[in-house]
């Protein structure tokens, strides 16, 4: 027998053996691609994204806001009263924030339903069977030209009184735009006595540039 071309003995190491599987198990294989595709995702995912739900610019800002007029009151004097518009100016310092604004009025609102606003203000009803405070138009200004007598007149009559009768009176909507705040308390309507606002709006819808409703 030639020397250089011995018997197959069947026992070939190539890559295929009888009996033997060629290459990976199916099942390695998928658990493979599952935890890539784990991995990937996981990596390109920012961390914390999959558990914080999204924030709303919105809600946040105002909760912020919140936060803020709770933490700094604002200090406040009261200017002008009167009795017969049942009327109060209040100046604050030019300064004030809204959200300061804001504070202050949730104060005095917070301070008429626990029956200490004489506290804080004059009585703007003396002796009504409903408190000293039964109706009451708070306006709150950070210019003490406007925390006055005329200023108050004005907007208590409202944007739609004849102004030919007040010639020399500030302008209703000059008036209405330098009110940095508006509480108004009546205590003959039940189902809403507290109204608050940053900024003015009349019992006719007239309202200046920033207003927004709070209570």
């Known amino acids: 027998m030639d020397a250089e071309h011995k018997p197959d003995t069947g026992t ?35 961390k914390g994204k999959q558990t ?33 518009f049942n009327a109060i100016g209040l100046l604050v310092p030019e300064q ?11 104060r005095l609102r917070q301070a008429r339903l626990g029956n200490q606003l004489t506290t804080l203000l004059p009585s703007t009803t003396p002796k009504h069977k409903l408190g000293e405070h039964a109706v009451a138009d708070i306006f709150i200004f950070s210019d003490g030209k ?3 007598a005329d ?23 000059v008036a209405m735009e330098h009110v940095r705040g508006h ?22 819808g007239v309202h200046s540039k920033h207003y927004r409703a709070l209570f």
């Open 12 to 46: 070939s190491s190539g890559p295929y053996e009888e009996g033997k599987r060629a290459g990976a198990h199916p099942l390695v294989v998928v658990l493979s691609v599952i935890l890539g595709l784990w991995l990937v995702i996981w990596l390109a995912t920012p």
């Open 52 to 84: 914080n739900a999204p924030v709303n610019p919105e809600l946040a800002s105002k909760t912020a806001a919140d936060d803020e007029a709770d933490a700094t009151p604002i200090m406040f004097r009261v200017k002008t009263t009167i009795k017969e």
């Open 96 to 106: 004030a924030t809204d959200s300061q604004v804001a504070g202050l009025l949730k």
């Open 146 to 148: 406007f925390a006055k």
């Open 151 to 173: 200023a108050l007149g004005v907007l208590s009559r409202g944007a739609h009184a004849p102004g030919e009768l007040y010639p020399s009176a500030v302008p209703f909507e």
């Open 183 to 204: 509480y108004r308390i009546d205590l003959n309507d039940t189902g809403h006595p507290d109204k608050g606002s940053i900024g003015f709006a009349d019992e006719s």
